[in-house]
């Protein structure tokens, strides 16, 4: 799979032959993923460097056995503490009904829930709100996937933007977490390839999972950026995933110098 951009870039976020350059630095990434994760751990604790697990928390925008995935932000219509605390042994007594709203409406991939009894795994339906529209819909294809005998992920793969979520259920005893998923970075030490380098600005800076700092010096951009040659026409950069991958989310994260205007 190949994707293609042009000129300036801090770091590509793309949502699912390896150039792994930086790959292993501080044990950040971890080796049996294919350096395909990053480590999120609470507090910038360094993981486990062949699997990614973190010794304590995950990062809190972060969950996963290896924190690889990116948790969006929500809040709950009604507060639950224990569902949002990362830690899946905390639980409530359920309610037939939870409702989150979005931080920020977008699509997303899926839904994971944590239960206290296994049996009660089987008992969730999920419906999607957008906007502008008046009530919650099923989604459509929704599949499930359970994790382990807690934890079931649903799926709500519709294209459009959704803002509010309903997870509704009957005969659960307790839920324990929530999390709301919107893939992981399936670009993370890739194989890159760019028109022409300027200086250290290397393809690979594009993967490394670091979108640097704002007005950083220069000597840190290099460490963080890519970038073609100032003036060169028709410049591109692309990177060739291992593997055939539905991607649903490019993000572009762009450096800024201290002399320039954000970009």
Known sequence: MFFSLARLIAAILILPTT?????????????NSGCQYKCH??????????????????????????CQYASLKFTLLKPLAALTDQVDRTCVSSQPVITL??????????????VYRKDDLRQFQLTYRTESS?????????????????????????????????????GVTALCSLYVSSGRNVALGQST???????????????????GVPDSPRSEFEQTCTHTPPGSPDGWWSVVLSNA??????????????SEPSK
């Open 41 to 66: 751990c609470e507090g910038d604790v360094a993981c486990d460097r062949d699997t990614g697990a973190c010794k304590g928390k995950c990062d809190p925008q972060w969950f996963g056995s290896a």
């Open 134 to 170: 008046r009530g919650f819909s099923s989604c459509p294809g929704s599949q499930r996937a359970k994790v382990n005998d807690f934890t079931l992920d649903i799926s709500c793969p519709t294209i459009e933007v959704i803002s509010e979520l309903k997870l509704s259920w009957s």
């Open 245 to 258: 991958t539905e991607v649903f989310r490019i993000v572009i994260y762009n450096r800024r110098n201290p």
């Open 19 to 31: 150039f792994t350059a930086q790959c292993y630095t501080n044990g950040r990434v971890s080796r």
């Open 193 to 211: 390839l760019q028109s022409n380098t300027f200086r250290n600005f290397h393809s690979w800076n594009a993967v490394d999972g670091d979108p």
């Open 101 to 114: 709203r979005l931080d920020t409406p977008q699509r997303l991939k899926w839904v994971r829930v944590v």
